[in-house]
């Protein structure tokens, strides 16, 4: 494993975006439990690094879309998490004003254009992004997260076809965890990544999802082509889902004692041992950890604060008001 | 005022649409150097650049997909699929992303997109180019579907659905592509939802969309023979439809009728049926009755598709038994 010559700052940083993921994720995870959170809620314990590295090479312009594993690349895009909790609370002051929940956390004027349901739908919305930046023509790019599940999916292939031809900024950022659902992807997929993006001829590099020197690395180069040459890229990322597809699942199809086996490979974990490495303190990731976990909570305080909606707003929005309207 | 082919209309509405807002660009499958499968994007690709007009792979989803994409990052696509049977593919963005980004994302923004795509029968298009499916996008919250029947309406509202916000699917009709009709030097944008009286009537309220408008005005103009009245209302627009003309004209009429080429069953006459029966039901003098397409696909043969669509005699027919 390379730790290349990632400036320490940097790292910090990702390590800092992983902490808060991390501690959303646990107070998410406990308050459904606690029969708090309404509908369906998909953890990303275990992924955090991922959208933490990316998210360090981002501009305010750059464009992010998701999946309904979507907390970790919204926080990381800088989402404010006192309106997080709220929306996936169900609370008037949510993101979305509690319409959307989990699966749909949004934040348009932070360019992150929604987590989604639907498996793989983040993929044209992105490219369609990346055309917009384009021709707007200052460097910008589009990130897609999407998991080795979405690879199956039709739309993956005609977004890969037109990302290339038309030489796009989509940065294709796949977080393998080995699982679609609930099933595992070896059963699911003829192809790997890697030979999918060569039948387009679309660069691709790998990194280990879960250790954030090496993610640094991988997506500073990545990220630093994209924006001299305007180009799509595949970045592969391995990575570990120690929850269930969502909470609540038994997880009785994996195989006994995988869980244990991949909390081994915690991001955290080991993102702690190369800020040793790089020698940071102790001290600044112990304050860190106290500083997040305490924003943490006064932000999950003042969500479970906050209004319910108000049901007189059902049909707010369905269109966009007339008084607004262009031209 | 110049004669104008509905086709050219479509063409002009996107030339001023793009010369008057920069942020304007059109995607779609053989629009730029083959001018469209219709021809409705001809010349464009040379007037605007490839910067502008895109000729994209066959990929009706990823087409769709990108139109939302680029419309929430600044840009005002306006997306041709070829034939509105492939609109299909487009579904779960049309349905799970475009009608829903601004509810779902408690209005942070909108999605200013415009699908074109043209339905209808009379061409021997058979069961997969054919079709009316209008109705479907009439029932999700956050399209608006429009419908344009006249030379006017193919400019006028394809301008007001570019300079809407949100998404709005312009269902143009392969029948009426070649057909001539006026086109004023300064057409006015038409409001989205908004009918129009094509002719005044006193005894049967006739509301009808899309081609079917001059079969009816025909059937109209027969009926005035046989001294039947008939008032004549083309929607325009099927969501937001513009129910409060319907009721004016069934106020005035107390007999009405609905005229579509989309399949009668669970279609816009449906819903225009049911709305009338509750809020009109005072009004009514007679069964409310739907002349539309028959259950079946769109067959090929002309003999059978002739047989398919709704047709003169049978509006004639309906009219006259709404009449008895």
Known sequence: MSNGNAPVEELKNIYRRAVVIREAEKTLQQLFVDGKVPGFLHLTIGQEAVASAVSEFLTPGDTVSSNHRGHGHTLAKGVDLTPFFAEILGRATGLCGGRGGSMHVADLNLGMLGANGIVGAGVPITTGSALALKLRGQGEIAVVYFGDGAVAEGLMHECLNIAKLWSLPVLFCCENNGWSEFSPTENQLAVKLADLAGAFSIDYREADGNDIADMHEAVAEVIGRMRRECIPYVLECHTTRVRGHFEGDKQDYRPEGQVDELSKRDPLTIARQRLADFGVAGEWVDATDAEVRAANDAALEAALAAPLPDPATLLVDVYTPKDTCHG | ?324
């Open chain 2, 1 to 324: 005022m110049a004669e104008t082919r509905y086709v050219r209309a479509v063409n002009r509405a996107l030339v001023d649409a793009m010369k008057a807002d920069p942020s304007v660009i059109l995607l779609g499958e053989d629009i730029a150097n083959a001018g469209g499968s219709f021809k409705a994007t001809r010349d464009l690709l040379q007037e605007f650049g490839p910067e502008r007009v895109y000729d994209t792979p066959i990929a009706e989803a990823a087409i769709t997909g990108m139109a939302i994409g680029a419309a929430l990052s600044g840009l005002r696509p306006v997306a041709e699929i070829m034939f509105m049977d492939f609109i299909t593919l487009s579904m779960d963005m049309l349905v799970n992303q475009a009608a829903k980004a601004r509810y779902m994302f408690g209005g942070q923004g909108s999605v200013p997109m415009v699908l074109r795509t043209p339905h209808g029968g009379s061409l021997s298009g058979g069961p997969q180019h054919s079709q009316c499916l209008e109705a479907w996008f009439a029932h999700v919250p956050g399209l608006k579907v429009v419908v344009p029947a006249t030379v006017e309406d193919a400019y006028g509202l394809l301008r007001a659905a570019i300079n809407d916000p949100d998404p709005v699917i312009v269902v143009e009709n392969k029948a009426l592509y070649a057909m001539k009709g006026d086109l004023p030097d300064n057409p006015a944008t038409p409001l989205i939802g908004e009918a129009a009286v094509r002719r005044e009537g006193a005894d049967v309220t006739l509301v009808t969309y899309g081609a079917m408008l001059w079969t009816s005005l025909k059937a109209a103009e027969a009926a005035a023979g046989d001294g039947g009245s008939v008032e004549v209302i083309d929607l325009r627009s099927i969501q937001p439809w513009d129910e409060e003309a319907v009721l004016r004209s069934l106020q005035k009429t107390h007999r009405l009728m609905i005229v579509h080429e989309a399949v009668e069953a669970f279609g816009v006459g449906a819903e225009i049926a049911a709305r009338m029966a509750d809020i009109g039901f005072d009004e009514l003098d007679a069964p409310i009755i739907r002349v539309a397409a028959p259950f079946s696909p769109v067959p090929f043969s002309p003999a059978l598709e002739g047989e398919w669509r709704p047709s003169e005699p049978k509006i004639l027919a309906a009219i006259s038994r709404l009449m008895a």
